[in-house]
């Protein structure tokens, strides 16, 4: 995880992830909302409470708000997978 920019109100990461999840029950609940973007490799996330798995791949983007329960159900097992999060 690198931070490219953070102005104290927007923080600018990129984040490579090498065949990763979250560990079991652990789910992400943060203050901010975070606009993500797969820049290369897939991935899948999982939103508390909905049955369907969000499939990322290049290109694709989502954007969650704040206090929003998800996780990160894999990454690519094949490349490493890039994401740009804004988070704001």
């Known amino acids: 995880m690198e931070t490219l920019v953070d102005s104290g109100r927007v923080r600018i990461q ?3 992830s090498d ?3 979250s560990p079991e029950e652990f789910w992400y609940d943060q203050a901010e909302s975070e606009f993500v973007l797969l820049l290369e ?3 899948a996330l999982r939103f508390e409470g909905e049955d369907e798995i969000v499939l990322l791949k290049q290109g694709d983007w989502v954007d ?3 206090h929003v329960r998800h996780r990160v159900e894999w990454t690519d097992p094949k490349q490493k997978t ?7």
Not at 82 to 88: I, P, Q, T
């Open 14 to 16: 990129r984040i490579i």
């Open 19 to 21: 065949s990763h999840c």
């Open 41 to 43: 490799g897939s991935a």
């Open 64 to 66: 969650i708000p704040a």
């Open 82 to 88: 890039v994401w740009l999060a804004v988070f704001y």
